[in-house]
């Protein structure tokens, strides 16, 4: 593997990339950008991604119950979808239809998120709801 080399601005003399100063001039080289590094094997599925499908099948079909909640670890979130949906019922049915709409978009949500979109806004930055 050969050494990065950098030109000088002011005496055009070639450098290390990682010089920082020219090495016949003494000018303060400008700092090159570190390539890209992959993240992981190429084809690797992010962090949690495998729990895409789960949360969104549970939210599209068990909506107002939270489900998807407890899968993506938002325990909080989910008793609080799943003791509103059962209060719901016996409150003429609004409050629980109110979750289950939730349910409904977060499922889809999930859906129609990239692998990697869905790991860094789920799992990853942990935002609970939509």
Same mark, same amino acid.
């Given at each position: ?57 549970? !939210?599209?079909? $068990?909506? @107002? ?11 909080? +979130? =989910? /008793?609080?979808? *799943?003791?509103?949906?059962?209060? !719901?019922?016996? $409150?003429? @049915? ?11 978009? +977060? =499922? /889809?949500?999930? *859906? ?19």
């Amino acid at each position: 593997m050969h050494e990065q080399l950098v030109s000088c601005p002011s005496c055009y003399t070639q450098n290390a990339a990682n010089a920082g100063r020219c090495t016949n001039c003494g000018f303060i080289l400008p700092v090159q950008p570190m390539p890209m590094q992959p993240m992981g094997a190429p084809g690797a599925k992010p962090p949690g991604a495998d729990k895409k499908i789960a949360a969104g099948l549970c !939210g599209i079909l $068990l909506n @107002g119950l939270g489900v998807h909640k407890f899968i993506l670890g938002y325990n909080t +979130e =989910g /008793i609080i979808m *799943l003791v509103t949906y059962i209060v !719901g019922l016996f $409150l003429c @049915g609004i409050p629980s239809l109110i979750v289950a709409v939730i349910g409904l978009i +977060e =499922g /889809i949500m999930y *859906l129609t998120k990239s692998d990697e979109e869905f790991s860094n806004t789920y799992i990853l930055n942990k935002k609970p709801w939509f």
